[in-house]
């Protein structure tokens, strides 16, 4: 785990060593953000059970806003599908998240509610939550399709994400013999790495993107 957080922290600083002045400012004050999200996830867990690597999808909505060039705000609604080793599991997404803004390039600080559409029905199960609050950072970029003609492309990101409220079941509780299985609770905090697009549909409304020069 501690080798994965200091992957993660080393490519975000790379990523900002990068000339920030070369391209428009995509995150001009005032201007609304929204379209599609596609994501690839892959993750795994801490804690009392240990899950095997999973992988799976994020697909839905975003949308976000600039207050200035340096400050903004974004929020999504994605369908979550991931596969793991024995089960497959469906979650609603909501991430929302503050932005630090700079040119074509943003850094992103918040929180993913995962809420579980899929019910597991494990005879050894006495109670299960799949429902949990995620801790959220995410660098993103964006590139242009036309620079000439003013249009912006697809804003790639990397999002990562680890559990702060954590997922749970509890097993036992059943007679065997005539004695009493002691009941066991098991507490474990997943945490995922995302590499996700997302189309920027609001630059055909915006008035004011794109009017300024290159710094």
Excluded: C
Aim: net charge neutral.
């Amino acid at each position: 785990m501690g080798k994965f957080k200091f992957s993660i922290i080393l490519l975000v600083l790379l990523s900002f060593t990068l000339n920030l002045s070369a391209q428009e400012d995509d995150y001009e004050a005032g201007q609304w953000h929204f379209g599609p999200h596609i994501g690839l996830i892959i993750g795994s867990s801490t804690g009392d059970f240990r899950q095997d690597l999973s992988w799976g999808y994020d697909i839905g909505v975003y949308a976000g806003y600039s207050f200035t060039d340096l400050l903004g705000v974004n929020l999504s609604a994605l369908y979550g599908n991931e596969d793991y080793v024995v089960s497959k599991m469906d979650y609603l997404k909501i991430p929302a998240l503050f932005l630090l803004q700079f040119n074509s390039r943003h850094l992103g600080l918040g929180f993913q509610y995962n809420h579980a559409l899929t019910k597991q029905d494990g005879l050894e199960y006495l109670s299960y939550n799949n429902n949990y609050l995620s801790g959220i950072i995410e660098f993103g970029y964006i590139y242009m399709f036309s620079a000439d003609a003013g249009i912006s492309g697809i804003r790639s990101l990397i999002r990562v994400g680890y559990a702060i409220t954590p997922r749970s079941y509890t097993i036992g509780g059943q007679v065997v013999g005539g004695v009493t299985q002691a009941k066991e609770k098991f507490d474990y905090n997943p945490y995922f790495i995302e590499f996700a697009m997302q189309y920027n549909i609001g630059q055909f409304f915006n008035d004011k993107k794109y009017t300024r020069t290159r710094r």
